[in-house]
Structures are given as C-alpha cells and as structure tokens.
C-alpha cells in the first residue's frame, strides 16, 4: 500500500512568492497533520484534520499560511507571500483514529525561500 | 501541558555495542501515549512503537526493546547489537486525548542522534 505521498519534494522560491505543498494521505485514515522541521524549533504541529475538517490550527504562525482538505484524499499547505524565515521541511501525516493510532509521515517538502 | 524531554543531544558507539536512548514525559492526563520514531539522514520519519499509559509491560522486537516506568515518567528505547544502519535521529513524542476526545497531537522531544561506527 502507498504510504503518505507529498510533492514536491524540494521547493526553492523567491521571498515574496507563493508557495503551495500537497499531501496525499494513506487512504482510509481519518486525520491529516501539518508539521514543520527546523533545526532551531524542532518539529511542531501546524493543523490537522478529521474527516477534511480542520480542528486545531493554533500553530499556524501567521495568517500566512493556510490550509485546506477538500476532500479525503487531498490537503495543502499554502504560504503567501513566503519569507526566508519559512525555509523548513513540512512533513504531512496521517492517523488512521485518534490519539491512540500512531502517525504515518510522508517523506516531507524540503522548501527554501531566498 | 505536555513535554518530553530527550536529554542526550548526541550519542555515538562503536557497532555492536549496545545503546539505549532516555525519554523522560510530563503530563497531568492519566490516559496517554508515547511513541518513538526514526529519521534516518534519507529524512523521512519513521514510526516504531506506540504504548499507552495502561500498559507497562516492556516489548522487544528484534534488537529493539522498549522500557516504559510510570513511577520515573520514562520511555527509553534500547538497541542491542547496533548496527550502522541504525544511525539515524530518534524521537520520542506523547499525545493525549482533546477534552472533546478526538484528535492525536504529538509532542516530540528535541530528538536524539545517534551515530554507529565502524
């Protein structure tokens, strides 16, 4: 079975653009989760999901970034304008239930802002 | 709040040397559950166990074990016999249930890296 697919796996943008990361999650699973990598913050929640709806998106940082879940078997991640303070890897994640089903992470979006 | 702690920031040994790796979580919930994961260098995170609060029993799976002690707040995760391809970024993370229930937030610890040698 496929894992959780992301694309595109690098990004390299300009300050200023817009900048758009797509998550594809294991099918079946309820739950979608936006993380974020860096080496100062380590790895933080940013939103997720239940049944395409968004629950806590308390660690989005700014109005920046949005995400959305149209359906089951989509999600993105969108910043606008990006910053340099943005370059991270953004890994998608999906659950199959609740807090007692492990995550399964796809291979992340390493994203670089000039 | 949650926290996990990883106190060892790095941990190098020599291959077939054993290794554990500390986990130290806090948190006020009495339902709850811990996880550890793997980034080798490729990046990806990889899952490798989950326990709940209700079990302590200690689990092995190959050269892996798991020693999880309620009374000192710790997961820690034991790899026997190492192997250079276990050199790689180890999390460990905990998630209670929502007061609404629902949901699954993860909080990780800073992670511990180890290197395995030739």
């Known amino acids: 079975d496929a894992g959780v697919i992301q694309s595109p796996r690098h990004e390299v943008t300009e300050m200023g653009q817009e900048v758009t990361l797509r998550c594809k999650p294991i099918?079946?699973?309820?739950?979608l989760f936006w993380y974020r990598q860096t080496m100062m913050r380590g790895l933080e929640l940013l939103i997720y999901?239940?049944?395409?709806?968004?629950?806590?998106d308390s660690g989005m940082p700014e109005d920046r970034f949005s995400a959305k879940m149209p359906n089951a078997s989509f999600s993105t991640l969108k910043i606008q304008p990006s910053e340099p303070r943005d370059s991270a890897v953004y890994f998608c994640a999906s659950s199959e239930r609740g807090n007692d089903h492990e995550q399964y992470f796809g291979p992340g979006t390493r994203l670089t802002v000039t | 709040a949650q926290k996990v702690t990883q106190a060892q920031t790095e941990i190098s040994v020599v291959e077939k040397e054993d290794v554990t790796l500390d986990c130290v979580y806090e948190?006020?919930?009495?339902?709850?559950?811990l996880f550890w994961y793997k980034q080798p260098p490729s990046g990806e995170l990889v899952f490798l166990i989950r326990?709940?609060?209700?079990?302590?029993q200690n689990e092995i799976s190959g050269r892996y074990s798991w020693n999880f002690q309620k009374s000192t707040s710790s997961f820690n995760f034991t790899i026997t016999a190492s192997q250079v391809v276990d050199s790689a970024v180890y999390f460990c993370a905990l998630s209670v249930p929502p007061p609404r229930g629902g949901g699954n937030k993860l909080t990780f610890g800073t992670g511990t890296q180890l290197k395995v040698e030739l």
């Open positions: 326990r709940n609060s209700f079990d302590e």
């Open positions: 948190t006020r919930d009495t339902t709850y559950y």
């Open positions: 999901f239940n049944n395409n709806v968004p629950i806590d």
């Open positions: 099918s079946g699973h309820d739950y």
